[in-house]
C-alpha cells in the first residue's frame, strides 16, 4: 500500500475504497492507494491505476496521486480560474479604451482652451469696439454654457415651507425630507437627489419662504418631475401653492418669459399651445381636435 505524499501505510487502520462502487476495505494486501486531495483510500484497479504507475509511486516519496473526482472538481476550477481571468481581461481592456477616450476628450479640451486662449490675444491685440463686442459674446456664451451645464439637473421649489429649527443641520435635514416627501409622496416618482439647499439669506422677519434648489442625478430625471409637477395643484392644502420650475440661467428666464407671453397671445387666440422643454409646441389637445374637425368636414 501507498499513502501518496508521506508514504503512510493503514495497515493498522484500514479503510473503505473512496470508489462508490466498491466501498470495500483496502487491506494491507491489495494495491491501495491515498488520495493526496481528499486523503481517501482506493484500490489501485476500481482507480485505473496501473500496475507499473502504482509501482512509481510506492518508490517515490514526492509524487503526488489525486483520484477522479478529485481531478475533475481541480479541472473545473481551472475552468473557472480560466474564465474569471478572461473576463477580468475584458475589463481590463474597457478600461483601457474608457482612459483612452478620457484622454481624447482631456487633449480636445486642452485644444479648445488654447484656441480661445489665442482668440483672445489676437482680438485683444486689435484694441477695437468690435474686437471687444466679440470677447465679450465668446465669453458670454461659455459662461451660458457653462451655467446651463451645472444647471441641467436642477430644478427650483418655490413656496416651501422654511424649517422650523434654529440648528442649521436641523433645518436642512428637515429640507431633505420635505423634498423627499413632496417627490416620492405627493408626486410619485423615484428619482435620486444629491443635493438640497436653500437659495437667498435667511430672514426670520420674511413670511415668503425662500426658495429651494434640489439636484437630481440626470437631466432625464429633472423633465421627469417637471412633467408631474402640475398635480401639486390637485395633491392637497399644502402643496396647491407649491410650484416647482427648472433651474434657469437669466437669458433661460428672460427666454421663458419671451415664451410665455407669445403662449398667452396665443390662448387668447383660442389656439391651444404648451410650452415643453423650452420649447412653444402645439398640444395635444390642439392635435386631437383639429383632427377631428377635418373627419367632421368629409
Not at 420635505?178 to 410619485?188: G, S
Not at 401653492?241 to 428672460?254: L, V
Not at 421663458?256 to 387668447?268: A, M, S, T, V, Y
Request: hydrophobic share 25%; with cysteine.
Amino acid at each position: 500500500m501507498t499513502g501518496g505524499e508521506d508514504g503512510e501505510d493503514v495497515a493498522a487502520s484500514p479503510k473503505p475504497c473512496g470508489t462508490e462502487k466498491c466501498k470495500k476495505i483496502v487491506k494491507d494486501a491489495d494495491n491501495g492507494i491515498r488520495c493526496d486531495e481528499c486523503e481517501l483510500w482506493f484500490h489501485a484497479g476500481c482507480e485505473q491505476v496501473s500496475v507499473g504507475f502504482y509501482k512509481e509511486l510506492q518508490k517515490s516519496k514526492t509524487q503526488l496521486w489525486m483520484c477522479k473526482k478529485c481531478r475533475g472538481s481541480r479541472k473545473n476550477y481551472k475552468q473557472e480560474i480560466i474564465k474569471l481571468r478572461a473576463e477580468n481581461e475584458e475589463m481590463k481592456e474597457e478600461n483601457r479604451k474608457m482612459d483612452t477616450k478620457v484622454k481624447d476628450l482631456e487633449t480636445k479640451n486642452g485644444e479648445m482652451k488654447k484656441k480661445l486662449q489665442e482668440l483672445e490675444e489676437k482680438l485683444l491685440s486689435t484694441k477695437s469696439d468690435i474686437t471687444s463686442q466679440v470677447m465679450n459674446m465668446v465669453r458670454d456664451e461659455m459662461n451660458e454654457r457653462d451655467e446651463t451645464q451645472k444647471r441641467a439637473n436642477n430644478i427650483v421649489v418655490y413656496n416651501l415651507p422654511e424649517p422650523d429649527g434654529t440648528v442649521v443641520e436641523e433645518r436642512i435635514k428637515e429640507d431633505i425630507n420635505k423634498c423627499a416627501y413632496l417627490l416620492k409622496d405627493v408626486l410619485k416618482v423615484e428619482v435620486g437627489v444629491t443635493k438640497v439647499i436653500r437659495l437667498g439669506k435667511r430672514n426670520d422677519n420674511n413670511t415668503r419662504p425662500r426658495p429651494t434648489l434640489i439636484k437630481l442625478e440626470n437631466e432625464s430625471e429633472k423633465w421627469h418631475v417637471l412633467s408631474k409637477a402640475k398635480n401639486l395643484k390637485y395633491a392637497n392644502e399644502e402643496t396647491r401653492k407649491i410650484g416647482i420650475s427648472p433651474d434657469m440661467t437669466k437669458r433661460q428666464r428672460e427666454e421663458n418669459k419671451k415664451l410665455r407671453d407669445e403662449l398667452n397671445i396665443r390662448r387668447d387666440r383660442g389656439e391651444r399651445w404648451q410650452i415643453k422643454r423650452g420649447q412653444l409646441v402645439p398640444s395635444f389637445r390642439q392635435q386631437t381636435d383639429n383632427s377631428e374637425g377635418a373627419t367632421g368636414g368629409q
